[in-house]
């Protein structure tokens, strides 16, 4: 089974995946920091668990989630790690779209005192 992130990152996990917890196996903690950066809000925002042999065949689809923290364990050389991420809830989402409407606004706002302002 993978996950594949919405920036279409894909990764081998283990069948101890969740809604919530994302467990893989990696050679190195180097590894395992590296797939961590690349669980922002935005390639959480739309991430799916696919088979192996058919990449059309998805297992579950999932939106809005967010990380929340990583464990891991090493075994023989063999890294076991699980990111625990978490759903963001209605009031998150919304509040996040709002946020990001203000910072247009405010670049607008910005972009006409200057050329107000400049003549």
């Not at 579950?60 to 923290?69: A, D």
């Not at 779209?97 to 607008?108: F, S």
């Amino acid at each position: 089974m993978k996950i594949k992130l919405k920036d279409n990152t894909e990764l081998t996990v283990t069948d101890a995946c969740t809604s919530t917890s994302i467990v893989a196996e990696f050679i190195s903690a180097e590894e395992i920091e590296d797939f961590r950066k690349k669980l922002t809000d935005e390639n959480l925002s739309s991430f799916a668990y696919v088979n192996d042999e058919e990449e059309s065949s998805v297992i579950g689809e999932y939106q809005n989630y967010t990380f929340e923290s990583v464990t891991y364990a090493e075994k023989e050389n063999i890294f076991v790690a699980t990111f625990n991420i978490r759903q963001l809830s209605n009031i998150d989402v919304r509040l996040a779209a709002i946020e990001a409407g203000q910072t247009t606004q405010n670049d607008a706002i910005a972009e006409m005192s200057e050329v107000i302002y400049s003549e």
